[in-house]
């Protein structure tokens, strides 16, 4: 029989990792590494790919300010989750909304510091990135073709700071990424669509 505050403790870690989408991430990590093995770095030994500090710092700065990112969507998104996605809401309410705040601040304030250790241009990019995710979970999202086109512009973006870090501009890369910009689009509008009983009762 498990303690009840273990169990407890169990169902908050679920919690968490439901609210910051942690699957979503661990995915974002493996392409941006992937990206830098294949794409950026055919030359260079995976060694050197994989023990590079400042793409390490890279991708721990876009981890964090990802999993904030999602943290204060799932903030916004309390009310509409309780008619939408009922189970889940139910698994949120193990973390309370002033802790999801905290720990919003806190990965943010992590993220930001790590793109500090690369380069003044990387934490500007992180610190822009946190308020535009920020602004589209507390206004745009509310607009259904604007926060569509927002959503999927976030998602991408994190892709594009490998891209700068590395220096490549190269015509293949801009077709993946309007490939993938319209994949996840369409995926988002899907999505929408699921949700828009939710949206309409708030």
């Given at each position: 029989?498990?303690?009840?505050?273990?169990?407890?403790?169990?169902?908050?870690?679920?919690?968490?990792?439901?609210?910051?989408?942690?699957?979503?991430?661990?995915?974002?990590?493996?392409?941006?590494?992937?990206?830098?093995?294949?794409?950026?770095?055919?030359?260079?030994?995976?060694?050197d790919?994989?023990?590079d500090?400042?793409?390490?710092?890279?991708?721990?700065?876009?981890?964090?300010?990802?999993?904030?990112?999602?943290?204060?969507?799932?903030?916004?998104?309390?009310?509409?989750?309780?008619?939408?996605?009922?189970?889940?809401?139910?698994?949120?309410n193990?973390?309370?909304?002033?802790?999801?705040?905290?720990?919003?601040?806190?990965?943010?304030?992590?993220?930001?510091?790590?793109?500090?250790?690369?380069?003044?241009?990387?934490?500007?990019?992180?610190?822009?990135?946190?308020?535009?995710?920020?602004f589209?979970?507390?206004?745009?999202?509310?607009?259904?073709?604007i926060?569509?086109?927002?959503?999927?512009?976030?998602?991408?973006?994190?892709?594009?700071?490998?891209?700068v870090?590395?220096?490549?501009?190269?015509?293949?890369?801009?077709?993946?990424a309007?490939?993938?910009?319209?994949?996840?689009?369409?995926?988002?509008?899907?999505?929408?669509?699921?949700?828009?009983?939710?949206?309409?009762?708030?």
């Amino acid at each position: 029989m498990i303690p009840q505050k273990a169990k407890h403790i169990t169902l908050k870690f679920f919690s968490l990792f439901s609210a910051v989408r942690a699957y979503n991430i661990l995915v974002l990590v493996c392409a941006q590494y992937l990206a830098a093995i294949f794409i950026f770095s055919p030359t260079k030994s995976l060694k050197d790919v994989v023990f590079d500090l400042h793409l390490l710092f890279l991708v721990l700065a876009s981890v964090f300010v990802i999993a904030g990112g999602y943290i204060i969507n799932n903030f916004y998104d309390d009310a509409v989750d309780k008619i939408n996605r009922p189970l889940k809401s139910g698994l949120d309410n193990y973390v309370k909304q002033a802790t999801k705040l905290r720990l919003y601040f806190f990965l943010n304030f992590t993220g930001f510091c790590f793109g500090v250790l690369i380069s003044f241009r990387a934490a500007l990019f992180f610190a822009v990135y946190i308020f535009a995710i920020w602004f589209y979970s507390h206004k745009l999202k509310k607009y259904p073709f604007i926060g569509v086109i927002s959503a999927t512009v976030l998602t991408i973006l994190p892709f594009f700071a490998v891209f700068v870090y590395y220096e490549n501009f190269s015509e293949i890369i801009f077709v993946y990424a309007v490939f993938l910009f319209l994949v996840i689009m369409v995926r988002e509008l899907i999505k929408d669509l699921q949700n828009m009983r939710g949206a309409i009762a708030k």
